[in-house]
């Protein structure tokens, strides 16, 4: 399985930005895939995911009702729909897919894309 992430930038707060995720090598109907970001001097830690299957999502607490995740079928790509910006979403974001439901810890999810850097200002 590879991904391949894009859409990453600069925006200023408040404002939205829609990353992609373009998957290849596998069929996804068993899987989920989502997003983990990597702020400078943090860990890594889980944005949302989506369950390919029936479309269940879940999400951060910290990015809830701002952040959505859909998936064109079609196109085996992933999107998350980043809206209401802050200064602290700021960081590297990465793709990742696993077979199975939605956990939460980095080393559960065997397939990463490379990273998309998203600046925030403020």
């Known amino acids: 399985v590879q991904l391949q992430a894009s859409g990453g930038g600069l925006v200023q707060a408040g404002g939205s930005l829609t990353l992609s995720c373009a998957a290849s090598?596998?069929?996804?109907?068993?899987?989920?895939m989502g997003w983990f970001r990597q702020a400078p001097g943090k860990e890594r830690e889980f944005v949302g995911a989506?369950?390919?299957?029936?479309?269940?999502?879940s999400f951060a607490d910290s990015v809830k009702g701002r952040f959505t995740i859909s998936r064109d079928n079609g196109k085996n790509t992933v999107y998350l729909q980043m809206n209401s910006l802050k200064p602290e979403d700021t960081a590297v974001y990465y793709c990742v897919a696993r077979q199975g439901s939605i956990l939460t810890i980095t080393s559960r999810y065997p397939y990463w894309g490379q990273g998309t850097l998203v600046t925030v200002s403020s």
């Open positions: 989506l369950v390919w299957s029936d479309r269940y999502t």
């Open positions: 090598g596998g069929t996804f109907e068993m899987y989920t």
